[in-house]
């Protein structure tokens, strides 16, 4: 799939830069080819600044993060995002060390290793089935979820236009974390402050949009999901990974109902402010799949003997059916 350099997109660059004041440092590593078409995520008005002029929302630029998330948006995500920075902290997140984030998803001296593990293995079964092959290089994706960047790290290296999107924009565990990528990149990748259900790019600009193990804290899946579409070009994909699965909806609710009670106890809050996803079903998947008029490829990578006999396990010790990790595709017709 071949990747035109929009005029927009040079237009909204340009206009990035001369708005970005003190960051202009940082912005300037967005450069045009790679920086997308954005619209108002307020108005959805097509913009070629950062201001719109039409309903007067401004998307400040700090450290070369761009802020798409409007002021009340911002208000309804204050208290997850202190509750969610506060439990990654205590868990041990991030590190101050480039190493430590060059290194990722394969080595991590930080966090849950198992959920590293999952991750690293996940990834390499992306590049095997999805980025590697003809026509690879050059290809638009949008990192939903990106949080420290590592996923857009990676495929900038392969040569991809990966643009990051989160809520989180600290230097530990969120957007500002790229800034340890920055020496071994042309430029860093633009990284936008926003959330799945209201992105602030243009229609059928991107060749892949993946979730990446972000799926499940959407609110609203079904717009989340549309959003993703709508960004994706004709022919293009979109992709859930590492977003827990269950046979079974009771399942899911069980492992909700536990890590609540665990984050109260360990760390002083429930982290439910805002009501996530959580969790898919193949029975949540294909009401999906209805809305939107798809149809799911399934890709199963391999995480090993011993995760593969974890199911049968908790059956034997009498335990809630632990979470499966597919990857789910859906192509735009």
Same mark, same amino acid.
């Given at each position: 799939?071949?990747?035109?350099?929009?005029?927009?997109?040079?237009?909204?660059?340009?206009?990035?830069?001369?708005?970005?004041?003190?960051?202009?440092?940082?912005?300037?590593?967005?450069?045009?080819?790679?920086?997308?078409?954005?619209?108002?995520?307020?108005?959805?008005?097509?913009?070629?600044?950062?201001?719109?002029?039409f309903?007067?929302l401004?998307?400040?630029?700090?450290?070369?993060?761009?802020?798409?998330?409007?002021?009340?948006?911002?208000?309804?995500?204050?208290?997850f995002?202190?509750?969610?920075?506060?439990?990654?902290?205590?868990?041990?997140r991030?590190?101050?060390?480039?190493?430590?984030?060059?290194n990722?998803?394969f080595?991590n001296?930080?966090?849950?290793?198992?959920?590293?593990?999952?991750?690293a293995?996940?990834?390499?079964?992306?590049?095997?089935?999805?980025?590697?092959?003809?026509?690879?290089?050059?290809?638009?994706?949008?990192?939903?979820?990106?949080?420290?960047c590592?996923?857009?790290?990676?495929?900038?290296?392969?040569?991809?236009?990966?643009?990051?999107?989160?809520?989180?924009?600290?230097?530990?565990?969120?957007?500002?974390?790229?800034?340890?990528?920055?020496?071994?990149?042309?430029?860093?990748?633009?990284?936008?402050?926003?959330?799945?259900?209201?992105?602030?790019?243009?229609?059928?600009?991107?060749d892949?949009?993946?979730?990446?193990?972000?799926?499940?804290?959407?609110?609203?899946?079904?717009?989340?999901?549309?959003?993703?579409?709508?960004?994706?070009?004709?022919g293009? &994909?979109?992709?859930?990974?590492?977003? *827990?699965? /269950?046979?079974?909806?009771?399942?899911? %609710?069980?492992? +909700? $109902?536990?890590? =609540?009670?665990?984050?109260?106890?360990?760390?002083?809050?429930?982290?439910?402010?805002?009501?996530?996803?959580?969790?898919?079903?193949?029975?949540?998947?294909?009401?999906?799949?209805?809305?939107?008029? &798809?149809?799911?490829?399934?890709?199963? *990578?391999? /995480?090993?003997?011993?995760?593969?006999? %974890?199911?049968? +396990? $908790?059956?034997? =010790?009498?335990r809630?059916?632990?979470?499966?990790f597919?990857?789910?595709?859906?192509?735009?017709?």
């Amino acid at each position: 799939m071949a990747i035109a350099h929009e005029k927009a997109g040079v237009a909204s660059a340009v206009s990035l830069r001369r708005e970005a004041g003190n960051d202009g440092k940082d912005v300037r590593n967005a450069t045009s080819d790679r920086f997308p078409r954005i619209r108002c995520p307020r108005c959805k008005a097509s913009l070629e600044t950062l201001n719109c002029d039409f309903c007067g929302l401004t998307m400040r630029v700090s450290r070369g993060i761009v802020h798409a998330l409007p002021p009340d948006r911002v208000s309804h995500f204050a208290r997850f995002i202190a509750d969610y920075e506060h439990i990654r902290k205590a868990e041990g997140r991030g590190s101050t060390s480039d190493e430590f984030y060059l290194n990722l998803p394969f080595r991590n001296i930080s966090g849950p290793k198992q959920q590293w593990d999952v991750r690293a293995l996940t990834y390499s079964c992306l590049m095997d089935e999805i980025f590697w092959g003809d026509g690879s290089s050059g290809r638009a994706v949008l990192d939903l979820g990106a949080g420290n960047c590592w996923l857009s790290y990676r495929l900038a290296l392969a040569g991809l236009r990966p643009v990051a999107v989160d809520l989180l924009t600290n230097d530990f565990d969120g957007l500002g974390a790229a800034c340890h990528f920055e020496k071994q990149l042309p430029g860093l990748f633009p990284r936008f402050q926003a959330e799945l259900a209201c992105l602030p790019f243009e229609d059928d600009q991107f060749d892949v949009v993946i979730f990446n193990a972000s799926f499940h804290y959407a609110e609203d899946p079904s717009r989340a999901l549309g959003e993703a579409l709508r960004c994706v070009k004709p022919g293009g &994909i979109a992709v859930i990974a590492d977003t *827990p699965w /269950y046979s079974k909806d009771e399942s899911g %609710r069980a492992m +909700v $109902a536990e890590r =609540r009670a665990f984050f109260l106890q360990s760390y002083g809050t429930a982290s439910d402010s805002i009501q996530s996803f959580e969790y898919l079903t193949d029975q949540r998947l294909d009401a999906l799949a209805e809305r939107h008029s &798809i149809e799911w490829q399934v890709l199963y *990578p391999s /995480y090993g003997l011993r995760w593969l006999m %974890r199911p049968f +396990v $908790a059956k034997l =010790r009498g335990r809630r059916e632990p979470s499966r990790f597919r990857i789910y595709v859906a192509k735009k017709c």
